[in-house]
């Protein structure tokens, strides 16, 4: 009996010991200063991002990151310290990174490094676009936008022999287009889209912050963007539930009109090949400021504490230069940031493309503010989706967005 | 003479694993439910400050809080009796018959409980889909319309707990067929010999005896919905409107997503709170049967 | 025997053997119901892009295909991936006994603060798992364990469920035997190795599957603690083909029946174990 707790006692300690022991086995931390680059890129990108810096004579290690799980990466990182070398940075989220400390500022590098001058990215992008309390945090790296998407078939069916260039066209095309028959919609707003409305009230010739930088809601112009976005509930073109599934929805002509990316222009193109010809996407309808869309997309920072500093800066002007974003494009089907690509002849061939690049001419990105899409964008959302959903009355819904988005600010 | 430290030692390599992966992140969470600790944290320590019971105050203060904490209860009324019926009734049905058939049946009712959310998400989101989903497609066969499974907010808390339901029972099913094994075959035979029918053994003899396995699926379940999460989260996203919103999620989106870590902690000390109370309860109605 | 009493047991017999065919249709109804959507994800891994989003959707793939696994296995690293899982759920092993040590103790000793002990073990299930990432990842930082197996697989070594589950189940060994045992000179090891755990095999079955189970879906420590995506297990793989627009339903469908089809075998195998009966002869 004694023997047997002794043995227990003693299983115990050699357990502890040992697994001390391998601890101190461990490899060496990411981010040392001779060896590869660690690099995180999102979703399942990783090794088109390796193909993509094979010839540039820096050794890089990629680490994929789950578009759904960057929040517990990025604090576990910064909480004890140790990140990668590199990091791609969804734009939505470049905000909570600074915040967090973890990107190096690049101001005084900017210089060494004529590649990643702001001069050589769209003004909606580069410098202090998005540049946060002061100072550059990023770089540009991959862009993406909102433009419209028409089923041209059938609105050719309806009478109309091109998409609609103003937000008052598009009201007026879905009203005919829903009277198609029962089940059939002129128009689709995806009800988590929260910058939608945004875009129209830019598209209004009006902002949503004011000039100290402020979140200010209360304008005349973002009044006209409610307009269009509950006259279409009201007109009865828009379908109602939650679960409408965008990609069906336009494939199958449902709903052949919607604001999205070219994300949903490369999911129509691989899934029904045969609806070739039958669609195309066009500049955002215009209302009386232009056609003023959403620069969304990814920069590159460089983690703050990283040993590598000049490697890390290499390779980032290794994939600013314009060959290697065409060459991103070819990989994957994001969309380059550097003007100069962007203007390419081969890449603008194709007419949907040369849209989505046009369009980022004039594109703006969403405040820089702390947490913009749980404190804003969704307050933004629910406030609007009261009033077409549940007809809550516009004015008390606005009051409590006005209310609730007070006092954020981008500085 | 028994060593009195034997039960510690056998205790105590788990407790010590569960003291440090377990408890210490609670109290941790408790201490920072005292702060306004969020990501600038990180970059600057000073960023923290006290801010006492601040945190719980604009908790108890938030109507979305409210709304998700009766959401939670009405999922788990709801849910935790419908979990333990159905269990228990298939393992009772499938114990029935030692015929291969049935052998081979408990494969097909484990499935849900081991398929991945992902693929869940999936397959349920389409089955559901409004326009597009197979229940509705198969429902037009019959001439009734469209159903909003997932975006009427009633009829959404009921589609998600089938869907949380449906994935529930297989593990406690079989947690009831091991359990079942301990009937002893004799009280059984003795009973159908005195000339009881099979509905009055089962419910005479067998299911007083699983007592303790019906006790133990109470409380994890019970446990499990009131953390309730994975479902509503992949199918409706806690929508529409916040039907569908379980104070998990509330917890996730509001405190993690959103990098608040004061706030998130002080919610998960009031969630954790309510669970321990209600654990509580169960264990003091039950502790004349701990004993056996 | 009589002939009425022959006549009325064969009736019996009879009786019974309609009611099991009833209750056989019925369950096998419930199954096919209960598995449909696991039907449903199998079939579209083999379908074609095109064929997945088809609308009214079809049952089986009009032209199956492997592509999808193929890819899985030559172009996104879910070989690696399987073997970090593998890795992950056997380290999970060694936990089981120390559960099992644990939850016998609750169930067949009385010692002093074993009702907070055991309260602390309920009390770990009760918190969200979010709130134990940080203080867990700073731990497992300290300890020198981040970026490896070990470390994956350390925060859910033990568990609160399993623990309190075995406590339930060896609550009912009938203490006679145990007193028996050590009447017989026999110590406390031994009695645990020699008569509790052999009187436990149902329930370790269950476990086992159970352990198995944890382990191959783990995702979130894999996730965090891995620093180096050579560690990464199936979840996170999968987790890796998650967009904002489910452009290849099939693809991911593929991944999601690559991670449960091991789990289903391992279950089929260890099921009959969880079904075997243990008989207690000669014990009231």
Known sequence: ?411 | MRNRLIPYLFVSPAMLLLVAFGIVPILVAAVISTTNMNISAFANWNNVDFVGIDNYTKLFNDPDFWQSIGNTGLFALFGVPAIVLISLAVALLLNSSQHPFFKALRAFYFVPAITAIVAIALVWGYLYNTQFGLLNHLLSLVGIPQVQWLSDPALAKFSVALVAVWRGTGLNIIIFLAALQGVPKEYLEAASLDGASSARTTFSITIPLLRFAIFFVSITTTIAWLQFFDEPFVLTDGGPLGATTSASIFLYKEGFRLNQFGYASAGSIVLFAIIAVITLIQLRIRSADDEY | MSTSQLVRDRSLAKRRRVLVILIGAALGVGALVTAFPFFWMLTTAFKPQREAIDYPPTLLPQEPTLEWFVTLFTELDFGRYLVNTVAVVLIGFAGLMLMAMAGYAFAKFEFRGRRWLFFLVLATMMIPIQVTMIPTYLILNGLHLTNTLVGIALPTLVSGFSIFLFRQFMSTIPTEMLEAARLDGAGEFRTFWQIVLPLSKPILAVQIVLTFISGWNSFLWPLIIASDQKLYTLSVGLALLNQQLAVNPSLQMAAATVMVVPILAVFIVFQRYVIQGFALSGLK
């Not at chain 1, 290690?61 to 990091?87: H, M, Q």
């Not at chain 1, 041209?152 to 022999?161: H, N, V």
């Open chain 1, 1 to 411: 009996m004694k023997r047997t707790a002794k043995g227990v006692l003693a299983a115990v300690a050699v357990a502890s010991i040992t697994l001390g022991a391998s601890a101190c086995s461990s490899p060496a931390p990411a981010g040392d200063a001779d060896g590869p680059l660690t690099v995180w890129v999102m979703g399942d990108s990783g090794a088109n991002f390796e193909t993509l810096v094979a010839d540039s004579g820096i050794e890089v290690e990629v680490v994929a990151i789950p578009w759904d799980s960057i929040d517990e990466k990025l604090t576990t990182a910064v909480a004890s310290g140790s990140g990668p070398d590199i990091l791609q940075i969804g734009l939505s989220k470049l905000r909570t990174f600074a915040d967090a400390g973890a990107l190096m500022p690049l101001d005084d590098e900017l210089a060494d490094h004529p590649a990643l001058s702001p001069e050589n990215f769209p003004s909606g992008v580069a410098g202090t676009s998005t540049s946060v309390g002061g100072e550059i945090v990023s770089v540009p790296w991959t862009s993406d936008t909102r433009v419209l998407f028409t089923r041209t078939d059938i609105l050719a069916e309806a009478g109309y022999d091109a998409p609609p260039a103003t937000w008052d066209e598009v009201r007026e095309y879905a009203k005919t287009l829903t009277a198609r028959g029962e089940g059939q919609y002129g128009y689709y707003i995806p009800q988590w889209d929260a910058p939608l409305p945004i875009e129209i009230a830019w598209s209004m010739g009006g902002d949503v912050i004011d000039s100290d930088g402020n979140v200010d809601f209360d304008t005349p112009e973002f009044a006209k963007a409610v307009d269009v976005y509950t006259g279409l509930y009201a007109d009865g073109s828009v379908p109602v539930n939650s679960d409408f599934d965008q990609t069906q929805g336009f494939i199958s002509g449902v709903a052949p009109m919607l604001v999205s990316g070219p994300y949903l222009g490369n999911g129509i193109s691989s899934s029904a090949p045969e609806l070739d010809g039958k669609w195309q996407a066009s500049p955002l309808p215009e209302g009386d400021g232009g056609s003023v869309s959403l620069f969304a997309g990814s920069n590159l920072g460089v983690w703050h504490n990283t040993d590598q500093k000049d490697a890390a800066l290499d390779l980032l002007e290794y994939v600013s230069a314009p060959e290697q974003q065409l060459a991103w494009y070819k990989l994957t089907g994001e969309l380059p940031t550097v003007s100069s690509a962007l203007e390419d002849e081969e890449l603008n061939s194709d007419p949907n493309v040369k849209v989505y690049t046009d369009q980022l001419a004039t594109a703006k990105v969403l405040p820089l503010v702390s947490n913009w899409d749980g404190a804003v964008g969704t307050e933004l959302l629910n406030a609007l989706n009261a009033i077409v959903l549940t007809g809550a009355d516009r004015d008390e819904s606005l009051a409590g967005l006005y209310a609730k988005t007070a006092g954020l600010s981008n500085k």
